[in-house]
């Protein structure tokens, strides 16, 4: 099957980026170099191009109740405007996949009004959310099912084709976005959103991001998306330094941190224990609530080796008598510390900070620290 391409692929080759294979998607993985990159987001400003995310939007009278049901976090208290990040769970508790979601205006009066199966009525709830690279297919079908199930009224459109996704990150960020909307976006606190006005484009601008810096991410119409592009005039950076930026924040990759099949976990267990609302009703909940009174066996730290070497995901973890607790999830050499760092669970008792462990780096033992998260300061 063909790779799918984000609406900038041409231009992002014209500037000279390299590939890689992500989720199904041909996304930009380097323009100039991660230390370039990564720098320009911890010191100035830089831009993503992350349109492989999932787009699902979801209206109607009960959509609240339908996202409600189908994430961990308590979608009711979301105004317009506002966003949560959340957990997907099946029956058991498990992390399916974890995202954003976004509370739309009512009416969603945007210049795309022509979408799925249905446009937004003046006064519905109306929801963004964005799943993770790849996963938006099967998350679709999901809403729909359990739509369907519950005989619920909604709308459920998978959008991904229809839109472009940049972030835009770094302390220098919120003045660049400012600069080119008249709109006030720069009175936004965290994880607030509006829609603002860019080259004459209706933008969704939310101050939410994947890198412990301040920032933006921006969802464009997919045939606006250069202009929008063009306009934020910044270092481009690549997939490349979104996870050594994101490692560094102590945050989740979904298919690393955690994965369904091959590596399942809790919220509790992946540190995103905060996600969880057990006052709410949604799948998953009932096991969750056995999970957060029995406590879990293994939690996922952040650890810093302190021999040299640099962690990779799938390495062991092991005491300092060489016996294997654990498996390194994500790692990376972080240009901001200049120290190897990573990320990986072990059981409870050798879970806190300071607590000395190995990490087994191409055959050789080599000594870590358990570290708190994140591992820098972050916004």
Request: aromatic content about 8%; proline content about 6%.
């Amino acid at each position: 099957m063909p790779l799918q391409t984000p609406p900038l692929r041409g231009i992002h080759d014209e500037r000279g980026a390299k590939f890689t294979e992500f989720g199904g998607w041909d996304m930009p993985v380097e323009f100039d170099s991660i230390q370039t990159e990564h720098a320009a987001v911890r010191e100035d400003v830089g831009i993503f191009d992350v349109s492989h995310m999932g787009q699902i939007h979801v209206t109607g009278p009960d959509a609240t109740e339908l996202m409600q049901r189908l994430t961990s976090n308590d979608v009711s208290r979301l105004s317009v405007g506002d966003s949560q990040y959340a957990a997907i769970t099946d029956e058991d508790g498990i992390v399916i996949d974890d995202t954003v979601v976004y509370r739309l205006p009512d009416d969603d009066e945007t210049p795309q009004e022509s979408h799925g199966d249905g446009d937004a009525a003046d006064g519905e709830p109306t929801y963004l959310f964005v799943p993770n690279a790849g996963t938006d297919e099967a998350t679709h079908e999901r809403w729909l099912s359990y739509r369907n199930e519950w005989d619920l009224e909604a709308t459920v459109d998978n959008r991904t084709d229809e839109y472009a996704m940049f972030a835009v990150q770094g302390p220098n960020a919120v003045d660049l976005v400012a600069s080119i909307t008249a709109d006030p976006v720069g009175d936004l606190e965290r994880f607030e959103a509006q829609y603002a006005t860019i080259d004459g484009v209706d933008c969704w601008t939310a101050r939410t991001g994947y890198t412990g810096e301040d920032g933006f991410e921006l969802i464009v119409p997919w045939a606006d998306a250069a202009e929008i592009w063009t306009a934020l005039d910044c270092q481009p950076c690549g997939l490349g330094a979104r996870d050594t930026l994101r490692i560094e924040a102590g945050l989740l990759l979904a298919g690393q941190d955690f994965d369904h099949e091959d590596n399942p976990r809790t919220p509790y267990e992946a540190g995103i224990g905060f996600t969880v609302a057990l006052e709410t009703e949604f799948v998953g909940r009932d096991a969750l609530a056995a999970v957060d009174a029995a406590g879990v066996d293994e939690r996922l730290v952040g650890f810093q080796l302190i021999d040299r070497g640099v962690p990779r995901h799938g390495y062991d973890i092991t005491t300092t008598e060489s016996r294997v607790i654990g498996t390194v999830t994500s790692g990376t050499m972080s240009p901001t510390l200049e120290k190897p760092i990573g990320l990986g669970y072990v059981p409870v008792e050798y879970a806190e900070p300071g607590t000395t462990l190995q990490v087994v780096v191409r055959g050789q033992s080599k000594k870590a620290r358990v570290e708190t998260t994140p591992f820098i300061d972050t916004v």
